[in-house]
């Protein structure tokens, strides 16, 4: 029983919340801006900036930070291993739902 | 879209991999006991006593310490409002899965 639980299968780098919902919106487009991540996940500057920091840690994103019309801006996009990475967790969840249902 | 992105309808109390593992079991069964759970989830015993604390302090389970055979055994069972933000929990996977698919 032990290792088969669906809850084993889950990585705690992907699971949390903040960054689950990081991977989600980049698995909707190829990059997306600090600002949006942001406001689409409704969380701080310092929490989102923590939580990109462990994605980037863990090779997941990429973070690109650069000048647009002088003003600097924040491009985030995740890298193959955190496309893959994000693929195991919702595969982990189906299972998950699938064996409580 | 502040508001609307399914992860911010996850609850981080019940969302952590360890105590949605909790739920979970519990939500197959009346109640468990601790080392079953700390089996079924592959987790320290200290591990597991934290994170059943946070789910008792939110209301979500009961913790019931007794003798059997003159042994201590502990129990755990979810409450109707830890079923209810299991459930909670499991339909907003589900409308996340439903959204990156």
Do not use: C, Y
Request: a positive charge; glycine letters at 6%; aromatic letters at 6%.
């Amino acid at each position: 029983m032990t290792s088969h639980h669906p809850v084993n299968g889950l990585d705690d780098v992907v699971h949390q919340r903040v960054r689950l919902g990081i991977l989600a919106v980049l698995a909707e487009s190829t990059r997306a801006d600090f600002t949006f991540l942001r406001d689409t996940l409704d969380v701080t500057d310092g929490n989102l900036a923590r939580h990109l920091q462990t994605l980037e840690g863990a090779g997941f994103v990429e973070i690109e930070k650069r000048f647009e019309r002088r003003r600097p801006r924040t491009w985030v996009r995740a890298t193959a291993a955190g496309r893959d990475a994000f693929a195991k967790e919702i595969a982990a969840l189906e299972a998950l739902i699938r064996r409580v249902q």
